[in-house]
């Protein structure tokens, strides 16, 4: 993956033990009820899905497969979806720290391609790359 | 996310993203794009307007004659991803957090 991509990273402090805050991250149904739909099964290499509505063009699919996993501590899986014309190839990562009143939980999704680079290559799909420069070009021009 | 539905709407079709293409070289007028495309004067106005529409393209009159440009902005609500889960995670995880406090220890 490209170093040139933007990560989200978001953390919590709760008031629970690893093991359970580990649950609710791996048992589908628990899963299911504070994220979306799902057949996650906490093996490596398990490929899954997450189901939303779909929303506009988005099919509301999510294509997963778990690439880390070392419970109660850590928990990776790619993160893969978007619209026909605007793929994500992203990764979501959970890691839980003990602490002496419940766990750390830290959130990181990452792999979101800058926005430029990413209208690019959603445009490029069926277009000429000599397009894509030229938006591109553009676009710098009004970077806000 | 409703904008974005415009945006893939609007370049779906395979004419109008000629046209768009076509402005990405530079500001044209309806008669000029009508030369290039074999399309009538009426059908390439109705492209440009689904264009504008969807916030891909804007408009400068000069006299008689209205001219067409890209508004590069206009690609954004396209790409907007980060965005979108920044909000999406934040609201989930408030989720998880009211899930866990009804979880048995």
């Known amino acids: 993956m490209s170093t040139n991509t933007e990560t989200i990273v978001v953390e919590y402090t709760l008031p629970h033990a690893p093991r359970k805050v580990w649950r609710a991250l791996t048992e589908p149904a628990l899963l299911g009820a504070w994220l979306m739909q799902n057949d996650f099964e906490p093996k490596l290499g398990h490929e899954f899905t997450f189901r939303a509505k779909p929303m506009g063009e988005w099919d509301g699919i999510v294509r997963c497969k778990v690439l880390e996993l070392d419970e109660p501590r850590k928990l990776v899986y790619s993160w893969r979806g978007g619209s026909g014309n605007s ?4 990764r979501v990562a959970w890691t839980l720290e003990a ?3 419940g766990t750390r939980l830290t959130l990181e999704h990452s792999g979101f391609l800058p926005m430029n680079a990413m209208a690019f290559q959603a445009m490029s799909k069926g277009w000429s790359g000599n397009v894509a420069e030229r938006m591109s070009a553009l676009l710098d021009d009004h970077a806000s | 996310m409703q904008q974005q539905d415009a945006v893939f709407r609007a370049l779906a079709d395979p004419s109008r993203r000629s046209i768009f293409e076509q402005l990405t070289l530079g500001e044209a007028a309806v008669k000029d794009l009508t030369a290039r495309f074999d399309i009538s004067q009426p059908a390439v106005s109705q492209h440009l307007e689904k264009l504008r529409g969807a916030g891909l393209v804007s408009e400068r009159r000069e006299g008689r004659l209205v001219y067409y440009r890209v508004e590069p902005r206009g690609l954004r609500p396209l790409v907007d991803w980060l965005a979108h889960y920044q909000a999406f995670w ?6 998880l957090r009211t899930l866990l406090e009804e979880m048995e220890e």
């Open chain 1, 87 to 90: 793929t994500l190839d992203t």
């Open chain 2, 90 to 95: 934040l609201e989930r995880l408030d989720k």
């Open chain 1, 99 to 101: 602490t002496s009143s």
